[in-house]
């Protein structure tokens, strides 16, 4: 067994799409990034990367390759499943925790885990996912954007 931890952040920006999870949300901005800027994929790549000792997602998919340029993390989530188990890793579980002020999460963590366990092919069960504030303080509190903690149990 093996435990991995990951961390993003993305700013938020006009005019682009918000995708959180794999799923689209609806709010006046998306967030500022190469690739979709899914946050909450990145830091789930992350610590899925570190609990297997494959360094980390801009190792793998570097914001300078025009490749990556606005791509669906989803792609990068499956590949990253492909490099966990390529050194014989299956995913235990995962518990991610979302810091946003706006827009509310809670409503759509129904569909997300959905989404990460069909890319991810394990149990919708093994994808925890929490909503928190930061109460108003920091660039989060200030709605300058969202950050996402990843926490993983690989065997």
């Known amino acids: 067994m093996r435990v991995g931890f990951g961390y993003d952040v993305h700013p938020f920006a006009s005019g682009r799409e918000l995708w959180l999870g794999g799923i689209l949300i609806s709010h006046s901005r998306g967030l500022k990034g190469h690739s979709d800027a899914d946050v909450v994929i990145h830091a ?3 610590a899925l990367l570190g609990a297997a000792n494959l360094r980390d997602i801009g190792y793998h998919f ?3 390759d025009g490749a990556f340029k606005n791509i669906d993390s989803k792609i990068l989530l499956a590949r990253t499943m492909e490099l966990l188990r390529a050194k014989n890793y299956e995913i235990g579980n995962a518990d991610i925790t979302v ?3 706006k827009p509310k999460i809670n409503p759509h ?5 959905a989404c990460l ?3 991810m092919q394990i149990d919708v069960d093994d994808i925890s996912i ?3 504030t930061s109460e108003k303080m920091g660039f989060v509190g200030r709605e300058e954007g969202i950050a996402v903690f990843a926490t993983v149990l690989i065997v």
């Open 130 to 132: 929490k909503a928190t």
């Open 62 to 64: 570097p914001d300078t």
């Open 117 to 119: 366990a069909q890319v």
């Open 109 to 113: 963590i129904p569909q997300m885990q």
């Open 44 to 46: 789930l790549c992350d």
């Open 99 to 101: 810091c946003a002020e």
